[in-house]
């Protein structure tokens, strides 16, 4: 149990570099996966377009929001845009730094998947071959076929076992044009992704450093006061239930030894630590309002510190104590019956 505590913590204290590593494991399991997927075109003109673009969209959709699913950032995002406003506002510049972060991790999977689809070239080739321009490539002045039987024809150019169109066009001909289609149009869409991921990695702290810095800085604070605060309940349910537990059995000890001679035991010295960690909150009742205070109400982020003296007077704006010591009130009364 002391390996995985140590292994978990671990994982939290770097949880960027976690995060990242499970985009990257992600990405290269999309690539996977396509290579395993068993890709078969209707070959229908009613269909084709559908199965092809259904393919190329569907699941790096399906991938982003699974990016955004395993990350933990997600519910805490959530919880911060929809919390009240309470004694601490929100700022909107915040919550869309954290909303990019997460969404850049989550696009690495969807990107690569549709990168190495387009680069395949089955699903244009399946998707738009009815398209193909027969009047360059082939023959387009064939007399036996009217416009919707040719198109019946041209569906089935990535079925080469049932492709009965050779006069018309040949098969190796059309396949070759769209592949190359789709091969420049996902070189592109390379070229287009690693030119925004640069522009935004790079350039945007340039431009708005200041705002950059401060919501990246309030971002890790939501962050860790939300850990914090776990672990905190945590500690102080732990420390009640054993409070609980103990006066439990002290108690079924008691009714037991009340007909003997036998002294009750005493309570052991944990239990007064355990009662120090309650912070003064020992019923239900008063945890259960804690708990919705801080969600309706939390803090602000503007701490108080303690009054002290200085040499030129008291250190809160030169501001005299509102009651004076002892000995200046005795002094004051003495002179005020003189």
């Known amino acids: 149990?002391?390996?995985?505590?140590?292994?978990?913590?671990?994982?939290?204290?770097?949880?960027?570099?976690?995060?990242?590593?499970?985009?990257?494991?992600?990405?290269?399991?999309?690539?996977?996966?396509?290579?395993a997927f068993d890709f078969n075109c209707p070959c229908l003109p009613s269909y084709n377009l559908v199965y092809g673009l259904g393919i190329l969209l569907v699941p790096p959709f399906i991938l982003?929001?699974?990016g955004f699913v395993l990350n933990n950032n997600v519910s805490m995002l959530a919880e911060e845009w929809r919390r009240p406003r309470g004694q601490?506002?929100?700022d909107p510049a915040v919550l869309r730094y954290m909303f990019c972060s997460m969404a850049q991790?989550?696009?690495?999977?969807?990107?690569?998947?549709?990168?190495?689809?387009?680069?395949?070239?089955?699903?244009?080739?399946?998707?738009?071959?009815?398209?193909?321009?027969v009047e360059?490539?082939?023959?387009?002045?064939?007399?036996?076929?009217?416009?919707?039987e040719m198109k019946q024809v041209l569906a089935r150019i990535p079925c080469k076992e049932i492709y009965d169109g050779q006069e018309l066009i040949a098969n190796e001909v059309a396949v070759r044009y769209l592949r190359c289609i789709s091969q420049a149009l996902g070189?592109?869409?390379?070229?287009?992704?690693?030119?925004?991921?640069?522009?935004?990695?790079?350039?945007?702290p340039c431009f708005t450093q200041a705002a950059f810095l401060k919501s990246r800085y309030w971002s890790h604070y939501i962050d860790i006061e939300r850990k914090l605060f776990d672990e905190t309940c945590a500690e102080h349910a732990r420390s009640f239930a054993k409070v609980c537990i103990q006066q439990f059995f002290e108690g079924m000890s008691t009714d037991l030894t009340a007909g003997h001679c036998h002294?009750?035991?005493?309570?052991?010295?944990?239990?007064?630590?355990?009662?120090?960690?309650?912070?003064?909150i020992t019923d239900r009742g008063t945890m259960n309002t804690a708990l919705k205070s801080w969600h309706r109400c939390k803090p602000p982020l503007h701490l108080h510190p303690p009054a002290l003296p200085s040499g030129n007077g008291w250190a809160g704006g030169g501001q005299p104590p509102a009651h004076p010591p002892a000995p200046q009130r005795e002094m004051a009364v003495y002179y005020s019956r003189v």
Request: glycine share 6%.
């Open 1 to 35: 149990m002391d390996k995985f505590r140590m292994i978990f913590q671990f994982l939290q204290s770097n949880q960027e570099s976690f995060m990242n590593g499970i985009c990257g494991i992600m990405a290269l399991a999309s690539a996977q996966i396509y290579s």
């Open 88 to 90: 601490r506002g929100k």
């Open 187 to 204: 070189w592109c869409f390379v070229l287009l992704i690693t030119t925004l991921a640069f522009l935004v990695r790079s350039l945007r």
């Open 105 to 133: 991790r989550a696009m690495i999977a969807p990107v690569v998947w549709v990168s190495v689809t387009l680069l395949d070239g089955k699903c244009i080739t399946c998707a738009f071959c009815t398209s193909v321009p």
């Open 136 to 148: 360059a490539l082939g023959n387009a002045s064939h007399p036996s076929l009217s416009q919707g």
């Open 263 to 280: 002294l009750p035991r005493k309570a052991p010295a944990d239990a007064g630590e355990a009662a120090e960690k309650l912070l003064g």
């Open 64 to 66: 982003f929001l699974l």
